[in-house]
C-alpha cells in the first residue's frame, strides 16, 4: 500500500477520533447510506489536499462508500492528525500527511496525490490547482473539475480565471451559504479561541482581545471572545465591515493603535502583515500573536525575528521571542492557522455541513456535463439540502409557507390596506 504518515501505532487512537466525529456528523451519514446504495463516484480518483483531521476522515469514508478513490494530503504543514493519518492508512486509503512538514516536504505529498491522476480535486488554499497548473500541467486533461474549501484558495482562483490562466472547472464551495456561514464563523470563532486556550490557557476575561478583520472567520472570533469576557477590539480596511463591527458593540481603529493596548492579537483576514514589525515595536511586555488566515502571512514573522535576540518554546504551540529592549512577545502556532495547529479545527458539527456541501458537490461535478474552466458558484438545490438535512438532524422543525402566503409573496398588487 502506498502511503506516508507519521507512525502507524497511532492508528487505533485515530480510529476513535474518527468514530467521536462520526457521530457529530449525520448529514454526511445520511449521504454515505445514499452513496452506498447509488455509487455515483464509482471508478473515480479524487485528490484531495485538506487538513488531514477526523472530519476529514469522515469525508473520504462518504467519498469512499460512493466508489470513489481518495488519496489525500494534508493542506497545511502543521495541520495534520497523525492518529486519523495513520488509521485511515491502515483501511486503506493513500494518505500522505504528517504533522510538522517542511516546505519541501508539503510539496512532496502534493505531488504524490497528483502521481494518481485524479479526475477530481479538492482544495482547501488551492495547493493541488496551483500545483497542477505551474508544475504537473500532463494531468490537466484528465481533471474533470475540482473544488474548494476556504476564502483564501477561491480569491486565488478566481485571480487565475481572471488571468485566463484557470484550465479546468472549479466550484468555490467556500461561498455557499451553509459553508462560509457557518464554517467560517461559528466554526473559526469557536476553535479559533479553542487553539489560544490550549496553547496559553491564560484567561480571557477582562483581556484586551485584537481581531484582525471582520469577515467571516473574525466575527466569529469576535463574538466568542466577548462571550469570554474579553475587551474585543476590532481592526478593518473596509469600511462597510467596519461599520458593522462598530454596530455590533466592538471598539474599532487603526491597527498602530490597537497594538498599543492589546494582550491578545488575532488576525484571520487572509492578507499579509496585518500584524507588522512596527505595531510589535509598539506593543506591551507579554503580547500574544496567533492568527486564524489560512496562509502565515498574517502575521511578519520575518519582522519578529529580526527585532528578536532570543526565542525559546515555552509549551507546545508557544514560542517566545525576547526582543532588544527586554519586552517579550509570544506567537503561537508558527503562526499558522491557530485553530488547526493548537486545536483540532472546527467541531464536527460545522464541518458536517462544509463536507456535506463537498461530497455533493463532487458528485454533481462528476455527473454532471463537462464545464468551461471558471470558477462557479455551488447550486442552490445542494445548499438548500444540505440545510434542510442539518435541521432535520438537529431535530428542529420550521414553518412551511401557506398557499396563501405563496401568493403573498409572488404578488406586487398587493401593499397598503
Ligand atoms: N482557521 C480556519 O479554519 C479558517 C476557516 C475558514 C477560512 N479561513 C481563512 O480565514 C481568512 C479569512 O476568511 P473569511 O472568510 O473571514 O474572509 P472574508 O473575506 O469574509 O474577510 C476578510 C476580512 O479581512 C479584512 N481585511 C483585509 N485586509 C485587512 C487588513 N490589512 N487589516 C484588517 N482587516 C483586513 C477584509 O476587509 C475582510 O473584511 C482566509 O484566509 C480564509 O481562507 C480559515
Not at 473520504?60 to 460512493?66: D, I
Not at 495513520?86 to 486503506?92: E, I, K, T
Not at 485524479?118 to 484528465?142: F, K, Q
Amino acid at each position: 500500500m502506498d502511503y506516508k504518515v507519521k507512525d502507524m501505532g497511532l492508528a487505533d487512537d485515530g480510529e476513535l477520533l474518527i468514530e467521536w466525529a462520526r457521530s457529530h456528523m449525520p448529514v454526511l451519514a445520511l449521504i454515505k447510506r445514499r452513496f452506498e446504495e447509488e455509487r455515483p463516484l464509482e471508478g473515480v480518483r479524487l485528490g484531495a489536499c485538506l487538513h488531514a483531521t477526523k472530519e476529514t476522515a469522515v469525508l473520504v469514508k462518504t467519498l469512499e462508500a460512493g466508489g470513489g478513490e481518495v488519496f489525500l494530503c494534508g493542506s497545511n504543514p502543521l495541520s495534520t492528525n497523525d492518529e486519523v493519518a495513520a488509521a485511515l492508512a491502515r483501511d486503506g486509503t493513500p494518505v500522505y500527511a504528517w504533522r510538522g512538514q517542511t516546505t519541501e516536504e508539503y510539496y512532496w505529498c502534493v505531488n504524490r496525490v497528483l502521481d494518481h491522476g485524479p479526475m477530481i480535486t479538492m482544495d482547501d488554499g488551492a495547493d493541488l490547482v496551483n500545483t497542477i497548473h505551474s508544475s504537473r500541467t500532463e494531468i490537466i486533461d484528465g481533471v474533470k473539475g475540482g473544488s474548494e474549501e476556504t476564502t483564501t484558495g477561491v480569491i486565488r482562483l478566481r485571480a487565475m480565471e481572471a488571468d485566463g490562466a484557470l484550465r479546468y472547472p472549479i466550484v468555490a464551495v467556500n461561498d455557499t451559504d451553509t459553508k462560509y456561514m457557518f464554517d467560517n464563523r461559528y466554526g473559526t470563532g469557536q476553535s479559533t479561541i479553542d487553539g489560544i486556550l490550549r496553547a496559553t490557557a491564560v484567561m480571557l476575561a477582562g483581556k484586551t482581545f485584537v481581531v484582525g478583520g471582520y469577515g467571516w472567520c473574525a466575527r466569529g472570533i469576535a463574538l466568542r471572545a466577548r462571550g469570554m469576557g474579553a475587551n474585543v477590539v476590532v481592526t478593518e480596511v473596509n469600511p462597510l465591515r467596519a461599520l458593522e463591527a462598530v454596530m455590533d458593540g466592538f471598539r474599532v481603529m487603526p491597527m498602530m493603535e490597537a497594538a498599543r493596548i492589546g494582550d491578545i492579537f488575532v488576525t484571520s483576514t487572509g492578507d499579509i502583515n496585518v500584524v507588522d514589525g512596527k505595531h510589535m515595536e509598539a506593543m506591551k511586555d507579554g503580547a500574544i500573536m496567533a492568527n486564524s488566515g489560512h496562509f502565515n502571512v498574517e502575521i511578519n514573522i520575518p519582522a519578529l525575528e529580526k527585532m528578536s535576540t532570543g526565542k525559546r518554546r515555552l509549551r507546545p504551540s508557544l514560542d517566545e521571542y525576547r526582543l532588544k529592549d527586554g519586552r517579550r512577545l509570544y506567537l503561537l502556532a508558527e503562526g499558522r492557522l491557530v485553530n488547526l495547529a493548537a486545536a483540532e479545527g472546527h467541531p464536527s458539527e460545522v464541518m458536517d455541513m462544509s463536507f456535506a456541501d463537498q461530497a455533493l458537490v463532487a458528485e454533481w461535478l462528476w455527473n454532471g456535463p463537462r464545464l468551461e474552466p471558471r470558477v462557479y458558484e455551488v447550486p442552490g438545490e445542494i445548499d438548500a439540502t444540505v440545510a434542510r438535512l442539518k435541521l432535520e438532524g438537529m431535530g428542529v422543525e420550521i414553518d412551511k409557507l401557506t398557499d396563501e402566503q405563496e401568493r403573498y409573496l409572488r404578488s406586487w398588487k398587493e401593499g397598503t390596506v
